[in-house]
Structure formats: structure tokens, C-alpha cells
């Protein structure tokens, strides 16, 4: 099981990212795929996650409105689509695997590499 993250960069606040997670040894739809970051000093934060059983999508309340996870199943890839950035959203994002829905990085096996997200004008 391995996941990909892809899609950081440097942005200025009020644009937006697309953040891709590519999944290989399982399919998106088997694990519960959750979207995690983390900033310097700081732990590392739930901000989304997918259910594996039927797709539906929660998101931490900070998060909400602005972000929106999607999978393709066809591309065995998920998206965390970001709107809206602020400078209080620079961290590393993760995406991760495992068996239930959740916002606890506990609960999760299976860790994408990081990707880096720097919001600054």
C-alpha cells in the first residue's frame, strides 16, 4: 500500500491548490483515505476525510466551505481541492489510509510522503 501526494506549492492567500493522493497496492474505495497537515511547531491536524463505503466527505470546521475532497476511482486518485487559502494554512498536507473515518491520524495506517503548501504574498 502506497499513497502519493502531489500539488503543493507557493500561493498567495485567496487562491486556491489542488492537492493530488495517488494510491497503488489497494483502490481508493477500500480504506477510508483522510487528509492531514501539519505546520512547524504544531501537531499534526485532521482537515478532511472520505469514507470508504460510500464516499461521503467531513471536514474540520476551519475547513469547511473552503476545502472539498473528491476521489476518482478511475484514476485511483484523491483530490483535496483548497479555496480561499490563508497564510494560517502553510504546512505540509498528508493523505493517509486506513480502516474507519476519521480525524485522529491514530486511526490511520498507511501515510503519503507530505507535500508542502506555502501560503504568502
Known amino acids: 500500500v502506497q499513497l502519493q501526494a502531489s500539488g503543493g506549492g507557493l500561493v498567495q492567500p485567496g487562491g486556491s491548490l489542488r492537492l493530488s493522493c495517488a494510491a497503488s497496492g489497494f483502490t481508493v474505495d477500500e480504506y477510508a483515505i483522510g487528509w492531514f497537515r501539519q505546520a512547524p511547531g504544531k501537531e499534526r491536524e485532521g482537515i478532511s476525510c472520505i469514507s470508504s463505503s460510500d464516499g461521503s466527505t467531513y471536514y474540520a470546521d476551519s475547513m469547511k466551505g473552503r476545502f472539498t475532497v473528491s476521489r476518482d476511482s478511475a484514476k485511483n486518485t484523491l483530490y483535496l481541492q483548497m479555496n480561499s487559502l490563508k497564510p494560517e494554512d502553510t504546512a505540509v498536507y498528508y493523505c493517509?489510509?486506513?480502516?474507519?473515518?476519521?480525524?485522529?491520524?491514530?486511526?490511520?495506517?498507511?501515510w503519503g510522503q507530505g507535500t508542502q503548501v506555502t501560503v504568502s504574498s
Open positions: 493517509a489510509a486506513g480502516p474507519v473515518t476519521s480525524f485522529y491520524y491514530s486511526d490511520y495506517d498507511y
